[in-house]
Nanobody
Framework: VQLQASGGGSVQVGDSLRLSCAAS????????TGWYRQPPGKQREVVAA???????YYADSVKGRFTISRDNAKSTFCLQMNNLTSEDTAVYFC??????????????WGQGTLVTVSS
């Protein structure tokens, strides 16, 4: 699976952005898909994820502001980011993976896309 992220950019505090990730390859619907971010000087962290069954997870810091969605027919998934703050500034990565319990059986990353939020 190859992942291609798009949609980053520079915005002002309070603005919105939509990140998209397009997947190539087969059996997209079986993957858990998600977004991670790496703020400057910090470690990569999970932002949101949606499983193959539709279960959704959000980091506490983005709950109520970000929405993750996926379209299995188009092999795409998106992250709608509203009411952005300067703390959302980071390089965002899309991810697709499968797991057997806690063991990753596949794990794919897209290239990062930079989101800069300024006041």
């Amino acid at each position: 699976v190859q992942l291609q992220a798009s949609g980053g950019g520079s915005v002002q505090v309070g603005d919105s952005l939509r990140l998209s990730c397009a997947a190539s390859g087969s059996a997209f619907s079986k993957y858990t898909t998600g977004w991670y971010r790496q703020p400057p000087g910090k470690q990569r962290e999970v932002v949101a994820a949606i499983t193959s069954g539709g279960t959704i997870y959000y980091a506490d810091s983005v709950k109520g502001r970000f929405t993750i969605s996926r379209d299995n027919a188009k092999s795409t998934f998106c992250l709608q980011m509203n009411n952005l703050t300067s703390e959302d500034t980071a390089v965002y990565f899309c991810n697709a993976h499968t797991a057997w319990g806690l063991i990753l059986t596949t794990n794919y990353w897209g290239q990062g896309t930079l989101v800069t939020v300024s006041s």
